[in-house]
């Protein structure tokens, strides 16, 4: 394993989008460990999922191959990912049996199925900005500062989240936001255009999953904001439920 001075490098386990299809290793560390995407589409990009206990690839295959693939929700636990100024994302993997998942504009997904074995050695990085999303709030700083900062992005929440930060159109409001979510509910995203411009986006991620992305947001106010439905209750949207809040970058 590479060093840098007294610390062990970060490895870079790489996930490639290829005309051939997805492919990722079979076999990476476990513990810290960066993710990059090499080809794709930057707004569709594969990610990884942990296969919770007792789950086969088998069982999570079938799974996905139903025509809702949410199906295959309770079998895995989700990452999260995101595009990163530095072109990877950093995770905290538990040793054990993951997927490289992409999914496709038509059929199935694509699934890897990947080994998180012995521990790379390497610390996590220094976080500039904290973030715990909960059921149904964003545990954050109210102000931040402009330039590229490190995220630390931790579910501790029982359900799995995402964090839209945007900037509304001009004279719209949060009530127009969640207006656009509600439009479609949990069958997919309405056919409208959305009311804001998207700043930077964490894909959804399962309970107790921790990373780190670099992003780096210009001056202004934005609104963070959890698309996601309500599985456990009554599916409407996480931010129907409170899950957004506003955020200054100075």
Same mark, same amino acid.
């Given at each position: 394993m590479p060093l840098k001075? =007294?610390?062990?490098?970060?490895?870079?386990?790489?996930?490639?989008?290829? $005309?051939?299809?997805? $492919?990722? #290793?079979?076999?990476? #560390? %476990?513990?810290?460990?960066?993710?990059? /995407? $090499?080809?794709?589409?930057?707004?569709?990009?594969?990610?990884?999922?942990?296969?919770?206990?007792?789950?086969t690839m088998e069982q999570l295959t079938d799974a996905l191959s139903q025509p809702d693939p949410m199906a295959a929700l309770p079998l895995v636990s989700l990452l999260g990912s995101a595009a990163s100024v530095d072109g990877q994302v950093i995770y905290d993997l538990t040793p054990g049996a993951y997927v490289a998942v992409l999914f496709m504009p038509d059929g199935p997904p694509q699934v890897v199925p990947v080994t998180a074995g012995a521990p790379s050695g390497a610390e996590a990085p220094a976080a500039?900005? %904290? /973030? @715990? !999303?909960?059921?149904?709030?964003?545990?954050?700083?109210?102000?931040?500062?402009?330039?590229? @900062?490190?995220?630390?992005?931790?579910?501790?929440? @029982?359900?799995?989240?995402?964090?839209?930060? /945007?900037? !509304?159109?001009?004279?719209?409001?949060?009530?127009?936001?969640?207006?656009? /979510?509600?439009?479609?509910? #949990? %069958?997919?995203?309405?056919? =409208? #255009?959305?009311?804001? $411009?998207?700043?930077?986006?964490?894909?959804?991620m399962g309970a107790g999953q921790t990373a780190w992305v670099t992003w780096d947001l210009a001056p202004g106010e934005y609104t963070v904001i959890c698309f996601l439905p309500d599985l456990a209750g009554d599916m409407s949207s996480h931010a129907a439920h409170g899950m957004v809040r506003t955020l200054t970058v100075e």
């Open positions: 001075g =007294s610390a062990v490098e970060i490895p870079v386990v790489t996930l490639s989008v290829t $005309e051939a299809g997805l $492919e990722a #290793p079979s076999e990476i #560390p %476990s513990g810290v460990v960066a993710v990059k /995407v $090499e080809g794709g589409d930057p707004e569709n990009m594969p990610q990884l999922a942990r296969l919770n206990e007792g789950v500039d900005v %904290s /973030v @715990q !999303l909960v059921d149904f709030s964003f545990a954050m700083p109210d102000k931040i500062a402009a330039g590229p @900062q490190v995220w630390q992005i931790e579910n501790a929440g @029982q359900q799995w989240h995402e964090m839209g930060i /945007v900037q !509304l159109n001009e004279g719209a409001t949060v009530d127009d936001v969640l207006a656009w /979510v509600e439009s479609a509910g #949990p %069958s997919g995203p309405p056919s =409208s #255009p959305p009311p804001f $411009e998207e700043g930077a986006f964490w894909a959804p």
